[in-house]
């Protein structure tokens, strides 16, 4: 059965999530700290932990800030046409999910929601699969570089 050999590809796939987990934390970290020592803090919110934390990175997200003289969709358009895969938050504002838009659902808005019309409208992932290398890495920091140089 198709569901025996999913399962067996996941065991196999746990003996190396050791060295899967260390390495998207490794490709975390070059992102981080390539975006930090740049001009990019002007345009994106970068990614937070507490201090104490040890996320397990899925992908690296990034929230253009308000003011800039981009959107998301532009900034998307650039990375991927230049053959980088980015996917968008799949949440934020959950109320603005056409399920809630078209069906109302019984439910209640506890505030105006900003924040979460934020991430909705302007975050975005970007990969941090362990088979990336430094050099992928530095590609993807290169064109996000690129992008603001020729969007400031």
């Given at each position: 059965?198709?569901?025996?050999w999913?399962?067996?590809?996941?065991?196999?796939?746990?003996?190396?999530?050791?060295?899967?987990?260390?390495?998207?934390?490794?490709?975390?970290?070059?992102?981080?700290?390539?975006?930090?020592?740049?001009k990019?803090?002007?345009?994106?919110?970068?990614?937070q932990?507490?201090?104490?934390?040890?996320?397990?990175?899925?992908?690296?997200?990034?929230?253009?800030?308000?003011?800039?003289?981009?959107?998301?969709?532009?900034?998307?358009?650039?990375?991927?046409?230049?053959?980088?895969?980015t996917?968008?938050?799949?949440?934020g504002?959950?109320?603005?999910?056409?399920?809630f838009?078209y069906?109302?659902?019984?439910?209640?808005?506890?505030?105006?929601?900003?924040?979460t019309?934020?991430?909705?409208?302007?975050?975005?992932?970007?990969?941090?699969?362990?088979?990336?290398?430094?050099?992928?890495?530095q590609?993807?920091?290169?064109?996000?570089?690129?992008?603001?140089?020729?969007?400031?």
């Amino acid at each position: 059965k198709v569901t025996e050999w999913q399962a067996a590809i996941g065991l196999s796939q746990l003996k190396k999530i050791d060295s899967f987990l260390k390495k998207r934390q490794k490709n975390f970290e070059t992102l981080f700290c390539g975006l930090k020592d740049s001009k990019a803090e002007y345009f994106f919110l970068l990614p937070q932990w507490e201090k104490e934390a040890q996320p397990s990175w899925f992908g690296f997200p990034l929230t253009i800030k308000d003011g800039v003289s981009f959107n998301r969709s532009k900034l998307i358009n650039f990375i991927e046409n230049h053959g980088i895969a980015t996917r968008v938050l799949f949440a934020g504002n959950i109320t603005r999910q056409p399920a809630f838009v078209y069906d109302k659902p019984l439910h209640r808005i506890a505030s105006d929601l900003v924040n979460t019309d934020k991430v909705l409208k302007d975050t975005f992932w970007l990969g941090l699969w362990p088979g990336l290398g430094e050099d992928q890495m530095q590609y993807i920091i290169r064109t996000l570089k690129d992008f603001i140089s020729l969007n400031a």
